[in-house]
């Protein structure tokens, strides 16, 4: 299991964006030498993990929850498939690019170390937005309703991490997987019960502790309402 890239990007006005200020940083690309990760600070508040990275809407993106975006290789190259074209690391908006690492099977609260020091708790996963559907109509591909399109998809929507050990990665850095929490709720899974299925929501919150913020208050919310 390896980091292929590590990926950041700078604001930049567009016409597709929710952000109040009119600016996204979705078009990341690779990075040269070693990146400083490290907790950017309460959801709200904070922004990205990854030095040099922006993010500009932080009601959906960013904080101590949402520090990191990670996307499989694999997962690329399968859109890239079925887009017909080749999706260059960072294209989808992730920080980190990784090969061999089953990212959308992994649990909320495993824990990878990358390299030999930054170590990462997976909280959750993406879900996609129109300034995500607009990043890829600008860059050439027909997304007419990208939004509902990701989210069904089988390929799963990528990892979102907080940083619980911080320090520097590059590309090559090995990724080891060093804890699984004892529950079965996976990215995958919590992604389907927050989106398409719904009535699943109740079965994630033996993964609450770890949880992103948002995705738990959808659960908690969904529970109260209908459960018991």
């Not at 020091?117 to 860059?139: A, M, W």
Request: aromatic share 6%.
């Amino acid at each position: 299991m390896t980091l292929l890239s590590v990926n950041a990007g700078r604001a930049k006005r567009v016409g597709y964006t929710d952000s109040a200020s009119g600016t996204t940083g979705i078009d990341k690309r690779p990075v040269d030498g070693p990146v400083r990760i490290e907790s950017p600070g309460p959801s709200g508040v904070g922004a990205s993990g990854v030095a040099g990275d922006d993010v500009c809407d932080l009601r959906f993106h960013g904080g101590t929850d949402r520090a990191v975006y990670a996307f499989a290789r694999e997962d690329l190259d399968l859109w890239g498939r079925e887009l017909g074209r080749e999706l260059e690391n960072g294209f989808f908006g992730e920080n980190l690019t990784t090969s061999g690492l089953d990212v959308n099977g992994a649990l909320i609260g495993e824990r990878w170390r990358i390299g030999e020091s930054v170590v990462l708790e997976v909280t959750g996963g993406r879900i996609p937005c129109r300034t995500f559907q607009g990043h890829l109509e600008e860059r050439g591909v027909d997304a007419k309703g990208w939004v509902r399109r990701f989210t069904r998809a089988e390929a799963g929507p990528g990892a979102l991490l907080r940083v619980i050990e911080p320090g520097e990665v590059r590309a090559g850095d090995p990724v080891t997987v060093v804890h699984r929490p004892d529950h079965t709720v996976t990215v995958a899974f919590l992604h389907r019960a927050a989106t398409t299925e719904r009535a699943l929501l109740p079965e994630t919150l033996v993964a609450a502790e770890w949880m992103e913020s948002g995705l738990l208050a959808l659960a908690r919310q969904y529970a109260d309402k209908y459960s018991g």
